[in-house]
C-alpha cells in the first residue's frame, strides 16, 4: 500500500507565500514524476507543477516565476514554494505521483487527500 501525505496548506494574505510537502510512503520501489494539480470550486482539476524523477520541471502558465517545484528523492518527497500568491491560487492543492511496488510492476497514479489553500485580498 502506498500513502501520499501532504502539509503546509493554509490562509493567507494575497503577496504572502507558502510551503507544501509531501512524503510518499508504502511499498515503494520507484518513484517517476511527482507532481501538484489544484481544483478551485466550480472548476476541474488542473496541474500546477511537475517535476521528473531527474529533476526536470514543468509548470503552468498561470504559476510561472512565483512557484518552484523540488523534490527529496531520499525522503520521497515533493515540495511546491508558492511566492507572490493571488486569490486566485485559492484551491485546494493534491499531490500526484508515479509509482512502481517492485521492480516487475507497472507505474501507477497516486493520489495525496489534498490541502486546501486559500489567499485572501
Known amino acids: 500500500q502506498v500513502q501520499l501525505v501532504e502539509s503546509g496548506g493554509g490562509l493567507v494574505q494575497a503577496g504572502g507565500s507558502l510551503r507544501l510537502s509531501c512524503a510518499a510512503s508504502g511499498s515503494i520501489f520507484s518513484i517517476n514524476a511527482m507532481g501538484w494539480y489544484r481544483q478551485a470550486p466550480g472548476k476541474q482539476r488542473e496541474l500546477v507543477a511537475v517535476?521528473?524523477?531527474?529533476?526536470?520541471?514543468n509548470y503552468a502558465d498561470s504559476v510561472k516565476d512565483r512557484f518552484t517545484i523540488s523534490r527529496d528523492n531520499a525522503k520521497n518527497t515533493v515540495y511546491l514554494q508558492m511566492n507572490s500568491l493571488k486569490p486566485e491560487d485559492t484551491a485546494v492543492y493534491y499531490c500526484?505521483?508515479?509509482?512502481?511496488?517492485?521492480?516487475?510492476?507497472?507505474?501507477?497514479?497516486?493520489w495525496g487527500q489534498g490541502t486546501q489553500v486559500t489567499v485572501s485580498s
Open positions: 517535476i521528473t524523477s531527474r529533476g526536470t520541471t
Open positions: 500526484n505521483a508515479e509509482i512502481a511496488t517492485s521492480r516487475l510492476g507497472y507505474w501507477t497514479n497516486y
